[in-house]
């Protein structure tokens, strides 16, 4: 098997998420079709080390193609030539890594990390539109990460997930939950090893809400201990999320 890793970073706006679908555009279509094209349209299968929904961003995600074994390419054929195959649409292959045919993107990692964006201010977005969660309303960082902390740790985050969510467990470790304020942008960092369906989202939307002085701190251990999706706030749009960075316990893109 010629198994190859790919970083890639992708504006989400306008597509289906990664997976793809019978209709429309999706960044795992555009990142197969790519691919193939390189081997004389013979086709190049892609795991993802995660599903971004549709309108979801990612500065980091990490994949893995399966070229054939008789095609011999090497890392700057499959950067550049899948850049260029990628035109216009706006995904990117940052950098590529030759890996073993164990290696998986998605089973070999262990974290994940995400960035959530408010746009904290009266006027709504020009140059940021479609990349950040505008909220008028002032928000209270301070008071946002005291309800973060409540959240650290392994929880049932039933509250949080999708109602369609098909994980067998809803029990989740967050190892980060950062919120810190830079200007008018208001950042929820997270990592974990995984994430439920709408999580992260749905932990900003009721961060938000707490944030804005709408709800108390302590309203956040209420809604874990409620263990029901309709206790907790708004699913935060999709536009404001990015995949900021996967990790593996041996980094194949890390050549020191």
Partial sequence: MNRWALRIEYDGTGYLGWQKQNDGTSIQGLIEAAASKLVR??????????????????????????????????????????GYHLKPHRVVVLETAKVGPEWNARFSATWRS???????????????????????????????QQAANHLLGPHDFTSFRAVACQARSPIRTLD?????????????????RSFLHHQVRNM??????????????????EILEAKDRCAAGQTAPPEGLCLMDVGYPDDPFNCS
């Fill in 114 to 144: 995400y960035r959530y964006t408010i746009l904290n201010r009266p006027a709504r977005p020009g140059l940021m539109e479609n990349r950040v969660w505008h909220i008028k309303r002032p928000l209270d960082v301070d008071l946002m």
């Fill in 176 to 192: 980060v939950l950062n919120i810190h304020r830079d200007g008018e942008l208001v950042m929820i960092d997270t990592k974990a």
């Fill in 204 to 221: 900003a939307g009721t961060l938000m809400m707490i944030g804005s002085r709408q709800w108390p701190v302590e309203k956040i251990i």
């Fill in 41 to 82: 349209n013979r086709p190049v299968p892609g795991i993802t080390a995660g599903r971004t929904d549709a309108g979801v961003h990612a500065a980091g995600m990490v994949i893995h193609l399966d070229f054939p074994d008789d095609a011999p390419i090497d890392a700057r054929q499959i950067r550049d030539g899948m």
